[in-house]
């Protein structure tokens, strides 16, 4: 086995790893087992003992209006600084990292425009949203103090 | 008296209306209750609360293998 | 008549695995073989419907285990049949289709990759980059609940399509600097407007290594704004041919 179980993302890359089954969650097997693989004419010809065959629809998400009003809970959530020149850079350095080519040049790059996100925010991190975020439920949050325009 | 009069002479309409509506409430709660979607996004949640220890192992079992019911045996339309 | 649980196909020259653990009650997992192919294959639980957790996760470690080992061609779950049909109706008349499809996952796994927005961050840039969005939410902050109804529509309106803008973009981008690692690619369809990517990548077992460090340069770059997740190796579920028995 190569690829053994979970480990740190080396250099503060923040991927988890799980190599499947129980580490992974049960949501993620069943989008692996339930959905695909392999389905032949034969299970349905073959006298199965009692088993009924199952058909999950893929279904298409739509946004709907439950989506939108929970971004703009979150969104008003937010503690926001005026638009100002930090947030546009962010978006610049954006799109220069999307056009841009080069692997190391883009490393860099985003990882500048993050540390100046970091200092621009001027609080240490002391939340990270958890890796899934349960949908439509509320989490109660520390109401903060609101900026100034 | 004419009160009365009027609510005995109301047509059985609004009566079949709050029965319609109840049924579509009902239909709706369903489909959200046995929606493949939710029913995965609650399994999500399960497993984080198996993360942060809030349910015991067996808890957490119990609620997915219900979830899977729910998954796997929606009812005949 | 006895019933056989299928987890997948593979060459009938396998070896499977020691310790792989089937779902029925024996535990026990072996393969019918039936010239170039073989069915992994156990018993059956006979005092309950198929579909508990321990189902489900028997049923992907056992083809997961194998594939990384392996080329296996992952059944859906639940696969049952008839003990004589496992060669009759199963491997007998398919056997063609499988060795060639056999072949051509020959030294590749899957990697399943997902990423998915820290939303503060992302939602930051975006209200931050739109004078609409702000002022609307500066709007919405003033009035109470019911009275802002529409106005929160609106603005979770314009901040979801501002989002799904973004991650389609960046989404595209992380797909580009990890397909030179991978045979092949098969995205999936995004449920959320938070998620940047979900995608399979059929990668060659000795490129493993490889195409895991460059998902960390991936990780790396767009440390903080998303979050990913990976699992695999797996068997090739994303791959396999399609064939709907039904409609």
């Known amino acids: ?149 | 008296m004419g009160l009365i009069t009027g609510l005995l002479t109301l047509p059985l309409a609004p009566v079949r209306g709050v029965v319609w509506m109840a049924e579509q409430i009902r239909d709706y709660a369903e489909e959200q209750y046995y929606d493949p979607v939710n029913i995965r996004a609650e399994l999500e949640r399960v497993e984080e609360a198996r993360q942060t220890g809030e349910l015991t192992e067996d808890e957490c079992t119990e609620w997915e293998n219900e979830l899977l019911r729910r998954l796997m045996h929606p009812p005949q339309r | 008549m006895t019933a056989t649980y299928v987890y997948g196909l593979v060459s009938s020259d396998t070896e499977l695995p020691p310790d792989l653990s089937g779902l029925g009650p024996s535990g026990r997992v072996t393969t019918v073989t039936h010239q170039r192919v073989a069915a992994i294959v156990s018993d059956v639980p006979t005092d309950r419907p198929l579909g508990t957790r321990d189902d489900l996760i028997a049923h992907e470690r056992v083809l997961d285990t194998v594939a990384e080992r392996t080329a296996v061609l992952p059944m859906r779950f639940p696969a049952v049949v008839e003990e004589a049909g496992v060669v009759k109706e199963l491997l007998a008349p398919h056997e063609e289709r499988f060795v060639e499809a056999l072949s051509r996952l020959d030294g590749l796994v899957q990697f399943t990759l997902k990423g998915r927005y820290v939303q503060d961050a992302a939602l930051r840039e975006i209200a931050e980059a739109d004078d609409e969005i702000m002022a609307l939410r500066e709007r919405v902050r003033d009035l109470p609940e019911d009275a802002s109804y529409y106005d929160r529509i609106r603005l979770g309106e314009l901040v979801v399509t501002a989002m799904e803008q973004l991650r389609d973009k960046e989404g595209r981008w992380v797909l580009e600097q990890l397909r030179p690692f991978a045979t092949d690619v098969s995205t999936r369809q995004l449920a959320q407007p938070d998620e940047v990517v979900n995608a399979a990548f059929l990668v060659a077992r000795d490129d493993a290594k490889r195409f895991d460090d460059a998902v960390d340069e991936v990780g790396r770059a767009l440390d903080g704004r998303v979050r990913f997740r990976l699992v695999g190796p797996l068997a090739p579920y994303d791959f396999v041919p399609e064939g709907r028995p039904w409609g």
């Open chain 1, 1 to 149: 086995m190569t690829m053994t179980a979970q480990r740190e993302g080396g250099g503060g890359g923040q991927v988890e790893r799980y190599t499947g089954g129980g580490s992974s969650g049960l949501a993620e097997v069943i989008e692996l087992i339930l959905d695909k693989g392999l389905v032949i004419d034969v299970f349905v010809r073959v006298s199965l003992v009692g088993i009924e065959i199952l058909t999950i629809d893929a279904r298409i998400v739509v946004a709907s209006v439950d989506t939108f009003l929970r971004f703009a809970e979150a969104t008003n959530r937010l503690d926001l600084y005026g638009k100002g020149k930090g947030g546009k850079d962010l978006t610049e350095l954006t799109q220069g990292m999307m056009e841009g080519g080069a692997k190391g040049k883009t490393s860099g790059v985003l990882e500048g425009a993050v540390e100046k996100v970091d200092d621009m925010l001027n609080r240490g991190r002391e939340r990270r949203e958890p890796e899934e975020e349960p949908a439509p439920r509320r989490r109660p949050r520390p109401r903060r103090r609101e900026d100034d325009e």
